[in-house]
């Protein structure tokens, strides 16, 4: 386990994203946070819809996201409303292999998400998926930040 000194950050879903807590450290174990060493996909992306629709829009969108969530292979799937431009919404969500992304995409929760929000106004998305096939902490064990990659990949 890494620690991490600065942010402890608590998860929010569907409202605000992330929100700081207070200035302690906590220790993540990223080898297990990324799926245990295995490719994880990542979605990342913004949708567009009706400003006047977006509370909304994340309360039809909660049980889908709770849905998804507890499909085979899912890591993480968050809506966040982005504080900055009104009617946008912010996608993340990891999948550890394609299989589980594949079966994602045919599932209930995946079909309905499409649908219901069509129906908020969509004016627009921009959503990647990524393969990813290294990860490690951003902090190393002195607890500062490193934009290098310093740990050994094997």
């Known amino acids: 386990m890494q620690p991490v000194r600065g942010w402890l950050f ?3 879903r569907y409202r605000v994203g992330w ?3 207070d200035n302690n450290t906590i220790n993540i174990d990223a080898s297990s946070s990324f799926g245990g060493g295995r490719m994880t996909i990542i979605i990342s992306g913004t949708i567009d819809i009706d400003s006047a629709q977006m509370a909304a829009a994340m309360e039809a969108g909660r049980p889908l996201i709770e849905g998804a969530l507890t499909e085979s292979g899912c890591l993480d799937y968050d809506w966040c409303p982005d504080p900055l431009n009104p ?3 912010r996608v993340f969500e990891r999948w550890v292999d394609e299989a ?3 079966s994602h995409f045919e599932s209930r929760w995946y079909l309905e998400m ?3 929000i069509g129906s908020f106004g ?3 998305a921009a959503v990647l998926k990524y393969r990813v ?3 490690e902490p951003v902090y190393d064990d002195s607890g500062a930040p490193r934009a290098d990659f310093f740990t050994d990949p094997a």
């Open 122 to 124: 969509l004016r627009g």
């Open 114 to 116: 499409r649908d219901t």
């Open 19 to 21: 929100l700081p807590l």
């Open 87 to 89: 009617g946008r919404i």
């Open 133 to 135: 096939d290294h990860h």
């Open 10 to 12: 608590r998860r929010v």
């Open 100 to 102: 589980s992304l594949a």
